[in-house]
């Protein structure tokens, strides 16, 4: 059975870091692209990154970049994304998901698995 679970979501002040993972179990992590998405209360969910099986290709929406980074072990199945300088408007819930490709449009259409997501709240 094809699982992700998300952990690392917390409360932040502005400013502050945290460190999300994605860990996979019931298919091989390397035969997956995974992307980050986030949902905030009353709006879409949205693409926040993506890295490809290799992890040669990564893809940030405009509002992350130079902030978070995605990274993967495919030894440990387990995908990260690195969040720097967090902003209030960061705060939402957090999900990963697996897809065949990471192409530049993070779309949540394109995502076939996803895991139950993990709250972060940046607030002082």
């Known amino acids: 059975q094809l699982q992700l679970v998300e952990s690392g979501g917390g409360l932040v002040q502005p400013g502050g870091s945290l460190r999300l993972s994605c860990a996979v179990s019931?298919?091989?992590?390397?035969?997956?692209?995974i992307g980050w998405f986030r949902q905030a209360p009353g709006k879409e969910r949205e693409g926040v990154s993506c890295?490809?099986?290799?992890?040669?290709?990564?893809n940030y929406t405009d509002s992350v970049k130079g902030r978070f980074t995605i990274s993967r072990d495919n030894a440990k199945s387990t995908v990260y994304l690195q969040m720097n300088s967090l902003k209030p408007e960061d705060t939402a819930v957090y999900y990963c998901?697996?897809?065949?490709?990471?192409?530049?449009?993070?779309?949540?259409?394109?995502?076939?698995?996803w895991g139950q997501g993990t709250q972060v709240t940046v607030s002082s």
């Open positions: 890295i490809s099986r290799s992890g040669s290709i990564i």
């Open positions: 019931g298919f091989t992590l390397d035969y997956y692209a």
């Open positions: 998901a697996a897809a065949p490709i990471c192409t530049e449009l993070i779309a949540t259409m394109n995502y076939q698995y």
